[in-house]
């Protein structure tokens, strides 16, 4: 391994470069590797989650190195703590590989300088400038706490007009999106973090002038007041419309009703992935919702209707479905003939969906239909079920434990060989200890992984069996968790 070519060498790092403690172990082996490893750790030194960027004062020092003598003599008289001065040559030139910025974490960086807010705003200049002089280009913009207009810098046209992804807030003002959207036309990236609802009109301008625009992200976060009556989304939602034939990925999930989304949603015919909430529209609305290259697929379970009619209308290519929670209170009286009808699309319109979320009461009905799906559907690896009890009424311990052991029969029975993740979810999802072990038996030379959140299985005989099928090597991973944890990180993997 230490004698591969660079070529070869710099390939294997690319795809570490997500894998900072990995990347970090590779400069230990020789110059080569580390040679190699160096401008991968610096494409985007700022975005690792495993780093305490408050506590990195290599990574300071290394960044105040680039600063003149006159910068520097001029910040330590505003009382700013930096290195000392050093006239030896920095191994690399770290910078010059950077195509990244992140203003949070410039922030933290610049206090281990000074704890004093003034002290902080002058070193983050002088950084931003150095960014500006000595990137070779900038592709990737978090922005989420910007304080200084770093567009306006000398040079800065040149960085960002390379800009291929950036990360935003609406708290942010609009000046900074009006001067981004006189720089920054070819964005294939674009999230935003809607923090408050305000006039969105810088927004607007940056999204509208977008010409590349491939993946686009809208996140309501937290709460904030509403005007009733309002469409507070129509802007953005015109103004994405423009770049309608190129965006491939929308994630929008709207806090508020818009009733301009019925309008819009539809001219997305390009999209490969789909993550929305359909609340504001009727069935007529979701027919004209058309998109043959759906590849993945994610609403929240309280609007099956509608996640049954946007599968109709796909065009068979659909890999992953997920529900989003859902306060389940909510559900409609309708609700075992819905879920019915979305159990039946999956085989009949997704044949080779791999990751699937179902929720479904334990009828009888709904049991031999989830059979017939996995009969169909071979090719899923990752299945969550989500059991629903509609009517309410106390179910006594046996009816419980009769309705786990009727799907593991089922599961048993039917799954596809290419399953090797089980997620189960809902009130009162319990196994009879025999069936379980017998549908572990049907997993042997497998390794699967099995979350669950129900605690009962980190309790007496349940442990014993699982402990059992760990050793053997039938299960890689069990584990009782949160409700959300269970669901949610579906959509990550």
Not at 16 to 26: A, I, P, T, V, Y
Not at 106 to 121: E, P, R
Not at 218 to 244: C, M, N
Not at 341 to 369: D, G, Q, V, W, Y
Request: charged share 25%; hydrophobic share 35%.
């Amino acid at each position: 391994m230490s004698k591969l070519n660079k070529d070869i060498l710099f390939l294997i790092f690319e795809e570490l470069q997500d894998d900072s403690k990995s990347l970090f172990s590779c400069l230990m082996v020789n110059r080569l590797w580390c040679e190699n490893a160096i401008p991968i750790l610096w494409k985007n030194p700022w975005s690792y989650n495993d780093i305490n960027y408050n506590n990195k004062n290599y990574l300071f020092t290394i960044v105040a190195s680039y600063l003149s003598y006159d910068v520097k003599e001029s910040l330590m008289r505003q009382g700013i703590r930096l290195p000392p001065f050093s006239y030896q040559t920095l191994l690399f030139d770290y910078l010059s590989f950077c195509r990244s910025i992140n203003t949070d974490t410039t922030k933290s960086i610049t206090s281990i300088g000074t704890s004093l807010a003034h002290g902080q705003y002058l070193l983050e200049h002088e950084f931003y400038y150095l960014f500006m002089k000595k990137f070779p280009e900038l592709k990737y913009l978090d922005m989420k706490s910007i304080r200084h207009q770093i567009f306006h810098y000398p040079d800065a046209m040149l960085r960002f007009e390379s800009l291929c992804e950036l990360k935003c807030d609406t708290s942010i003002d609009s000046s900074y999106f009006y001067g981004l959207a006189q720089l920054c036309q070819y964005i294939q990236k674009l999230i935003i973090a809607n923090v408050k609802v305000s006039d969105y009109h810088g927004i607007v301008e940056l999204i509208g002038v977008q010409k590349n625009l491939k993946y686009f992200e809208w996140r309501d976060v937290g709460y904030y007041s509403y005007t009733p009556g309002t469409d507070h989304y129509k802007e953005i939602l015109f103004s994405l419309e423009k770049s309608a034939n190129t965006i491939i990925h929308l994630n929008i999930f709207f806090e508020f009703i818009s009733r301009s989304s019925p309008k819009v949603f539809p001219k997305f015919h390009k999209i490969k992935s789909l993550i929305a909430n359909f609340e504001s529209f009727d069935k007529e609305q979701l027919k004209k919702c058309v998109y043959r290259d759906l590849e993945i697929f994610m609403i929240d379970y309280g609007n099956l209707v509608a996640a049954s009619i946007i599968i109709e209308n796909s065009g068979g290519h659909l890999k992953k479905i997920l529900l989003e929670p859902y306060e389940i209170e909510y559900f409609e009286d309708n609700f075992n003939e819905d879920s019915l009808t979305f159990i039946r699309n999956i085989p009949k319109f997704c044949p080779s969906i791999e990751c699937l979320s179902l929720i479904f009461p334990p009828s009888n009905e709904h049991l031999a239909e989830l059979e017939k799906l996995l009969k169909t559907c071979h090719n899923l690896k990752s299945l969550l079920l989500i059991m629903f009890y509609t009517d309410y009424e106390e179910l006594t311990h046996e009816e419980i434990l009769e309705n786990g052991e009727n799907l593991l029969k089922i599961l048993i029975s039917s799954t596809p060989i290419n399953i090797r993740e089980f997620r189960f979810c809902g009130d009162h999802f319990e196994f009879p200890l025999g069936t379980l072990e017998k549908f572990l038996e049907t997993w042997k030379g497998c390794a699967i992984s099995i979350l669950t959140t129900e605690p009962i299985y980190e309790e007496g005989d349940y442990v014993k069996l699982i402990d059992k099928y760990k050793n053997n090597g039938v299960i890689k991973d069990f584990r009782s968790d949160t409700y959300t944890n269970v669901v949610r990180t579906l959509r990550y993997e």
